[in-house]
């Protein structure tokens, strides 16, 4: 069985402020992690994803995510954020052995200027 | 060049009509899936097909009939809506999901179901 939970399902920050969004996941085989965006009045799209290549990856418009098995986390971050940030973030888990991957609840970001 | 497209971006109908939108895909993929996105913005999947074959099959009303022409396309049928079916439908396609495989998921643009 896989789930995924994502820790506060709104984050508000100020632009230039350090961006951290939290993704918790549970799998009994090793996992394959995803961050997705949406923009408002748009579909999902990929930000980034582990496929156990490396524990820190880079994605898209400057976000990363490390994974850390001890802590089943994959947390995405973004050092500066920007006020084209704001939108809705979906964290995703396929384990290797399930058909189809688990969307958390998502985390809306806000950005103020 | 739109990957994966939806049709139509916005449906307003009213209760008990019957209603379809249609997806395609031109990124070759053999996995297509139905999402659907309730007013919190939590997203569940309602269907996936993978090369024309029902590969899942969430706990939907069977109200919502899937049909999958080729692999390329995979609409999604409603009868009798109710308005509980408002919401946004995703259509979205990847790679295969089976196995020790992860290949990640390119959605459609939306489209936006109001029943009033």
């Known amino acids: 069985a896989q789930s995924v939970t994502q820790l506060g399902s709104h984050v508000s920050v100020s632009e230039g402020a350090l961006v951290l969004l939290r993704c918790n996941y549970s799998?009994?085989?090793?996992?394959?992690l995803f961050w997705y965006v949406q923009y408002p009045n748009q579909g999902l799209q990929l930000l980034l994803k582990?496929?156990?290549?490396?524990?820190l990856v880079k994605g898209i418009n400057g976000f990363e995510a490390e994974f850390k098995k001890s802590e089943t986390s994959f947390h995405l971050t973004k050092p500066s954020a920007h006020m084209s940030d704001a939108a809705e973030y979906f964290c995703?888990?396929?384990?290797?052995?399930?058909?189809?991957?688990?969307f958390g609840d998502g985390t809306t970001l806000t950005v103020k200027p | 060049d739109t990957a994966v497209s939806q049709t139509p971006k916005y449906l307003v109908t009213q209760m008990g009509n019957d209603k379809s939108i249609k997806c395609e895909q031109n990124?070759?993929?053999?996995?297509m899936y139905w999402y659907k996105q309730d007013s919190k913005k939590f997203l569940k999947i309602m269907f996936s097909?993978?090369?024309?074959?029902?590969?899942i099959n969430e706990t939907v009303p069977n109200r919502f009939s899937p049909k999958s022409p080729d692999k390329a396309h995979l609409n999604l049928h409603i009868n009798s809506l109710e308005l509980g079916d408002s919401a946004v439908y995703f259509c979205?396609?990847?790679?295969?999901?089976?196995?020790?495989?992860?290949?990640?998921?390119?959605f459609g643009p939306g489209t936006r179901l109001t029943v009033t």
């Open positions: 979205a396609s990847s790679q295969p999901q089976t196995g020790e495989i992860g290949y990640e998921q390119y």
């Open positions: 799998s009994s085989v090793p996992p394959y």
């Open positions: 582990y496929t156990s290549a490396a524990t």
């Open positions: 995703a888990v396929k384990s290797n052995n399930a058909g189809k991957s688990t």
């Open positions: 990124l070759g993929h053999d996995t």
């Open positions: 097909y993978n090369n024309k074959e029902l590969i």
